[in-house]
């Protein structure tokens, strides 16, 4: 049997920008749906809010040292970037609401550190070191500026984690930093860095892990450990170690599933729930209708049943190559598969859609769902884009997706909510 649902607005997608723009326009007074396939990129991604890592433009990656300044400029200089469509002061606006949510979410004392006027350069699972405007606590001691003799630390039966090469690519960039491997005895389950972050949640098991840590790290003054400091209470733990161990202790993201993603989605889904916000996970957009100019609603596939949500408005925050929101057929053409939307920023007919070499901007990594200065998609009026959808960005160049999914994310959610005005929770 098909089902029905109406609410004020419907937000397609549970990424970074759709969470924020769902909870942002709850706290408003609409009533939120948010429908998505799955979850979004959080779990997968280190958990940072990357605002603008690297200076746009040319081939060498040039690490942005004031990322407040490197927005303002790409904001003049790139009309059709995100920022210049968001503005430079809703960048500072929606990362100050971020650090807000998680200082008052679930987690006890967790919040993010760091601002927007300096870029934290932290490990990455490799020892590269990568710019970041706003961190979670439990990364910010790993500060290429602060380091001092680091301990790299591994767990042997942890597969994702390569103590040895983390270092050795740290001691190329200048910084003192040595491995050690602790030998745990941990079941098969317990062999990820979920499994881990659990067992750190477990004060007994901690207590042990401590004793066992603390005579490999001597000489240092950091020790640097996978990013697993637990899902449930990760301030607590990383002042235990810190105490325990009498030096500063840091995280270090590594392969999925993303620890401090999960934490990072937690927050936004719990604040959403506190705003009254709902959201519908594994529910795929399959169809919707239209009313002219507008959509009227959208029809999602979950297992065994199909549901009709109808709503005033929509936020589209599917994502984009990545996520399937957008994808290049076989015959070359490339599609919104949501909605069915205009693309914007296509290379011509008679170009390539691949180049080859290693690190260059490929032809396709600025397309997106086309639209107006107010991020309102082109040819649906009541639809407002945000996140990876939006076209103009090369995220991963510029080491920026998750500064423009959280500030488009904000910014649709006033578009919104001014166009709904007093029409703002008729559907409650
Ligand atoms: C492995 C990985 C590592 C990354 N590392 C970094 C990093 O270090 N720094 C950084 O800044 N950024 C990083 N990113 C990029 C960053 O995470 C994304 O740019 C950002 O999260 C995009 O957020 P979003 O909310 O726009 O989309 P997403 O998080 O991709 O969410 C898209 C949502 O849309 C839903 N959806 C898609 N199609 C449908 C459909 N048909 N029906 C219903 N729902 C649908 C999906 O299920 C999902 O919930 C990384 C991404 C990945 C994948």
Redesign the pocket.
């Known amino acids: 049997m098909k089902r029905s649902q109406r609410d004020d607005v419907i937000v ?7 969470l924020t723009a769902a909870i942002r326009l709850a706290e408003a007074g609409a009533s939120v749906r948010v ?8 779990h ?3 958990g ?3 605002v603008l890592g690297y200076a746009p433009g040319g081939e060498a990656r040039v690490p942005v040292r004031s990322p407040a300044a490197a927005v303002a400029q790409l904001a003049a200089d790139r009309p059709d970037h995100p920022y210049a469509l968001v503005g430079a002061e809703v960048v500072a606006e929606a990362v100050a609401w971020l650090r807000e949510a998680a200082a008052n979410g679930p987690l006890p004392g967790y919040r993010y550190a760091g601002e927007l006027e300096r870029n934290l350069m932290l490990p990455t699972a490799v020892g590269a070191l ?1 710019p970041s405007a706003l961190v979670p606590e439990t990364f910010a001691a790993g500060d290429a500026a602060e380091l001092g003799r680091v301990c790299v630390i591994g767990i042997a039966a942890l597969r994702d984690f390569y103590p040895q090469l983390c270092a050795a690519n740290l001691r190329a960039a200048g910084i003192d930093a040595h491995a050690a491997s602790i030998e745990l005895v941990l079941e098969r389950a317990d062999a990820s860095m979920l499994g881990l972050a659990r067992r750190f949640d477990d004060a007994t098991w901690r207590a042990s892990f401590c004793a066992l840590l603390a005579p490999l790290v001597r000489a240092a003054d950091h020790v640097g450990l996978p990013a697993t400091l637990g899902l449930s209470d990760p301030h607590a733990v990383l002042s235990e170690l810190e105490r325990r161990l009498g030096r500063r202790v840091f995280e270090i993201p590594s392969l ?1 599933p993303s620890v401090p993603g999960m934490r990072l989605y937690e927050i936004l889904r719990q604040r959403l729930r506190a705003a009254g916000g709902r959201i519908a996970l594994g ?3 399959v169809s919707h209708q239209r009313q002219g100019e507008r959509i009227a609603s959208v029809d ?1 596939a979950t297992a065994g049943s199909e549901t009709t949500y109808s709503a005033d408005a929509f936020v589209l ?3 984009g190559f ?4 957008i994808a290049l057929d076989s015959h070359w053409v490339t599609r919104e ?2 909605l069915g939307l205009p693309l914007q920023g296509l290379p011509a007919a008679s170009e390539p859609r691949f180049v080859a070499a290693y690190g260059a901007e490929q032809p396709l990594a600025r397309v997106g769902v086309a639209v107006d200065r107010e991020l309102r998609a082109t040819g649906a009026a009541n639809v407002v884009v ?4 939006l076209p103009g960005a090369v ?1 991963w160049h510029e ?7 959280l500030a488009s ?1 904000y910014r649709a959610a006033q578009v919104v909510a001014a166009e709904l005005g007093a029409g703002i929770g008729a559907a409650a």
């Open positions: 397609i997608g549970a990424g970074t920008a759709g429908v998505a396939r799955g979850i979004g990129s959080t997968l991604a280190p940072t809010i990357d990568k999925p529910a795929s957009i999602a925050a599917s994502g990545h996520s399937g929101a598969l949501v945000a996140g990876a959808s995220p080491g920026s997706g998750e500064g423009i999914a994310g």
